[in-house]
């Protein structure tokens, strides 16, 4: 038979645009293909020389393929957040109780990962949740099919308002909106709209795009936690949540260490509230790596072991990303920002490739630039696009000598060594 390459097709680019979560069809084919795609095969520079040239160009593509698709690894950051994330939606989906649900907040610094770790929790989640179920709504109404979503997921507008929060909500579901609806309106659409569905999470990315010197996102963010009277619960995502302002109403539970805000003003107006509840969150923080501790190093060498597995260059050694003094050049580069790594890495796989050096080295990286401004989707203003330093950062300066640090991390490479 023959192979599919030789019959004109490349069975490991996907077809079509890459789905938008933002409505139910794109985050349902997100969430049942994300992880369908296939890395390349493993070949050395002797069995790559061995394949015909069109075979050898269709697996330099898929190498390249592998390298732009590289999956979400986790790190000790990422396993903190989906205990919390994960234990707290479960917790909240099997409650029968007429209370309001407490949510969660994911913040952390641009291009480190919430929006791609909050939604693959939540994907899992849902996943196991529509198993549960058999696919269908428990809380459908006799006699109707009505779609089971357990998960909504909404990027808050850029310039949010009451209305356009609640229109980017029913936008999701594809929910009628008459042009003159008010707001009490939309915001009973909304409910309807969480409760038919039978949604157990609600997500708004993207949350500190709300500045809250304006009125109108003082509003929008007070609507927003009166959503949490439609028994979902409420994931707020955005950049550095507690220098926003978005918790300057709250306080903090000594006890619990949850966020707590006084009843929500819109809940009270349009009657989403059933008594004067207090509403409160989970604060999780995605962080970046660090390298300054013997913990923190370790982390950063297991993280650079995983990603180097993934790679598909011809002739890199074992160790390529973490032996000597790569390790750190890396996180010099990239500030252990995992967004960063993963353009850098990615960018510096390309060059690998078509140079036909085929391996990773300092001196290949140092050329490669990280440029992340002008990134769309990301609003700089609400810090989502990061610093990134550059390689005229890294070098070391003639006559000086290096940081002591780097003798540190050389008496702890046999144990992380060992470790990964």
Request: charged share 25%.
């Amino acid at each position: 038979m023959t192979a599919p390459e030789e019959r004109g097709s490349v069975p490991f680019l996907l077809p079509g645009s890459p789905p938008m979560r933002d409505t139910v069809a794109g985050w349902d084919h997100w969430r049942v293909t994300r992880h369908h795609f296939v890395p390349a095969p493993r070949l050395s520079l002797a069995e790559w020389r061995r394949l015909s040239p069109r075979k050898r160009t269709l697996h330099d593509l898929h190498r390249a393929a592998t390298h732009a698709n590289l999956p979400l690894l986790q790190t000790p950051m990422t396993k903190a957040v989906t205990k919390l994330l994960h234990g707290r939606i479960m917790t909240n989906a099997l409650k029968r109780k007429p209370t309001t649900r407490a949510g969660v907040m994911v913040t952390g610094g641009g291009y480190q990962g919430k929006t791609e770790t909050t939604c693959e929790i939540l994907a899992t989640f849902e996943d196991m949740w529509l198993q549960l179920h058999q696919q269908l709504n428990p809380a459908a109404v006799p006699g109707s099919r009505d779609l089971h979503v357990p998960v909504a997921y909404v990027q808050t507008p850029v310039t949010a308002k009451p209305k356009s929060t609640c229109k980017a909500i029913l936008n999701f579901y594809g929910a009628p909106m008459h042009p003159r609806m008010d707001l009490p309106d939309l915001i009973r659409q909304v409910a309807a709209s969480l409760h038919d569905h039978g949604t157990r999470a609600l997500v708004l990315d993207d949350i500190t795009r709300l500045r809250m010197h304006r009125a109108d996102d003082q509003d929008t963010l007070d609507l927003i936690r009166a959503f949490m009277s439609m028994h979902v619960t409420l994931v707020l995502v955005g950049v550095d949540i507690p220098g926003s302002g978005l918790l300057r109403e709250g306080r903090r539970d000594p006890h619990t260490g949850q966020v707590i805000f006084s009843p929500s003003k819109h809940g009270q107006v349009h009657g989403l509230e059933a008594t004067q509840t207090e509403r409160r969150f989970d604060l999780v923080e995605l962080d970046r790596f660090r390298y300054d501790t013997p913990a923190g190093m370790s982390a950063w060498i297991d993280h650079l072991t995983g990603v180097e597995d993934q790679l598909r260059l011809l002739n890199a050694p074992d160790g390529m990303l973490t032996d000597g003094r790569m390790p750190e050049y890396i996180f010099a580069r990239t500030n252990g920002v995992v967004g960063l790594l993963e353009r850098l890495i990615e960018d510096g796989c390309q060059e690998a490739i078509d140079s036909g050096a085929e391996c990773l080295s300092e001196a290949l990286l140092e050329g490669i630039a990280i440029t992340v401004n002008g990134a769309p989707g990301r609003d700089a203003d609400a810090g989502e696009v990061p610093d990134v330093p550059g390689p005229a950062k890294v070098r070391a300066e003639p006559g000086k000598h290096r940081r002591s640090r780097n003798t540190v991390f050389d008496d702890l490479g046999p144990s992380a060594s060992t470790g990964s």
